[in-house]
């Protein structure tokens, strides 16, 4: 039987962080023998908000070389740039004249960008199409995100069937992946870790990065010999993902008052800089041959856009263009 299809992309808006990671690069890495994967980098989405021409290809570039530190393997997966699937604009556009205003407005994260600035672009009331666009094209099965995806994949499945609805069996009707346990990681202020709150762990971040932004994550006041509830502190919530063989030993002084949270970040901000000390040396040594990186990306661009061209060219028949 042929594999299944996964598909996934993180934005080049930035250095990817610790929630990038656990919501959705890790599942990359765990499922790259078992589905036929690909995974890019939507340089169309960045757009909506990266308008600067050093930023994006540096961030594009970064995070490339990220990917494949985290142990993303080019002879098994295809790594490539959205923007090098030109045939995705096409379809969004397709995609545009099926869907109705008022049903994108119903999306979470057009109603937030929304609800901070109202002079936001057409772009971002647009973004759910092109993500439906890069799903679709490649007839993707499943989509490992973070939950805060969720509904965009919903938008996608919609999308499949409205068309195959009014064109004809068309499109596959994918599924989002999503890891419960790491749906949201948390901040250091305890919202939704994010590069737009400048709340984040860098994934590739230095060690007195890590200690210094460990320092900040906010807590409650309790003195070391107060209980504390692991369940709402958000220096736990770290540990759960960083310092698994010493949970129960942490869980109980928790609960007794045994800990302060200043011993409670020092562990964790050791337990991070150990994780991230092999990543990081991997990162540095791929970021040495930035010509090969580019050629991964190339090649995984030719891969990505013939199977979006074949599929381009059935959905043009079926609307009779
Ligand atoms: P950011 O919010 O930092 O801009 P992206 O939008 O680039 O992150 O997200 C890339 C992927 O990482 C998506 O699948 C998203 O759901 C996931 N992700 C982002 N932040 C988190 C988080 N805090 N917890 C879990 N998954 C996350
Ligand atoms: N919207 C996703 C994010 O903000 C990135 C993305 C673009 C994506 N196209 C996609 C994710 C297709 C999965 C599948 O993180």
């Known amino acids: ?40 980098i939507p340089d169309y989405h960045a757009l909506t908000s990266v308008q600067d021409r050093e930023k994006m ?52 994260a057009f109603k937030d960008a929304e609800a901070k600035n109202k002079e936001i672009n057409v772009g971002v009331f647009d973004y759910p199409m092109l993500m439906a666009a890069d799903i679709l094209i490649q007839d993707a099965d499943i989509v490992p995100v973070g939950q805060d995806q969720k ?4 938008i996608a499945r919609d999308t499949a069937e409205k068309f195959n609805r009014t064109f004809g069996e068309t499109f596959k009707l994918p599924s989002s992946f999503i890891q419960p346990e790491v749906s949201v990681v948390p901040g250091i202020d305890g919202r939704k870790m994010s590069k737009s709150y400048n709340n984040h762990i ?13 320092a900040k994550i906010v807590t409650d006041s309790k003195t ?25 030993d942490l869980t ?19 337990n991070i800089i150990k994780f991230i000390t092999p990543l990081r040396t991997k990162r540095e040594a791929i970021a040495g041959d930035t010509a090969h990186v580019q050629a991964i990306l190339t090649e995984g661009g030719k891969r990505a856009r013939e199977h979006a061209s074949c599929k381009m060219a059935d959905v043009r028949q079926k609307l009779g263009l």
Request: negative net charge; aromatic residues 12%; charged residues 25%.
């Open 57 to 108: 290809a540096s961030y594009t570039l970064d995070l490339a070389i990220g990917l494949l530190a985290i142990g993303l393997d080019p002879a098994k997966i295809t790594l490539f740039k959205q923007s090098d699937v030109p045939e995705v604009t096409e379809l969004t556009w397709i995609f545009n004249c099926l869907t109705t205003m008022p049903y994108l407005m119903r999306a979470h």
């Open 224 to 248: 070391p010999d107060e209980p504390k509830d692991p369940a709402t502190d958000n220096v736990f919530a770290l540990h759960r993902l960083f310092s698994e063989d010493q949970i129960e």
């Open 202 to 214: 860098p994934l590739f971040a230095g060690d007195d990065e890590v200690k210094s932004l460990v």
């Open 252 to 270: 109980s002084r928790y609960q007794a008052g045994t800990i302060g949270y200043k011993e409670s970040k020092d562990i964790l901000a050791a």
């Open 1 to 40: 039987m042929p594999k299944k299809i996964l598909l996934s992309g993180i934005k080049p808006t930035g250095r990817p962080h610790i929630g990038n990671f656990f919501g959705a690069m890790k599942q990359f890495v765990d499922f790259q023998d078992e589905y036929e994967s690909y995974i890019f």
């Open 151 to 154: 509904q965009h994949v919903e």
